[in-house]
Nanobody, 124 residues
């Protein structure tokens, strides 16, 4: 059974940093895609960043390019999202999600497995 467990959310001031972690278990191989999504109140869930099995393909939503970095440690089955220069509009619940196989899109409907979410609040 696949499980995804996020950690690292919290309250941070504008301009600050947080690192989210997503620990995956239950996959039978390393060939799976992990994505970070977020959902703010009243808004649709959006893809923030996604990464394929061997860091060959990554995706970043335009508003986070240059500020967020996704990385993956296959030995630990963990994916990280380093978030720097955080803005008020980054406030949301952040979810990690996964699907087996090749990276196609960083779109929620493609992802089969979801974590419980972690709250990120950017506030002064």
């Amino acid at each position: 059974q696949v499980q995804l467990v996020e950690s690292g959310g919290g309250l941070v001031q504008p301009g600050g940093s947080l690192r989210l972690s997503c620990a995956a278990s239950g996959f039978t191989s390393d060939n799976y895609v992990i994505g970070w999504f977020r959902q703010a109140p009243g808004k649709e869930r959006e893809g923030v960043s996604c990464i394929n099995s061997y860091d060959v393909v990554t995706y970043y939503e335009d508003s986070v390019k240059g500020r967020f970095t996704i990385s993956r440690d296959n030995a630990k089955n963990t994916v990280y999202l380093q978030m720097n220069s955080l803005k008020l509009e980054d406030t949301a619940v952040y979810y990690c999600a996964a699907h087996p196989g090749l990276f196609r899109q960083c779109a929620a409907w493609r992802y089969d497995y979801w974590g419980q979410g972690t709250q990120v609040t950017v506030s002064s």
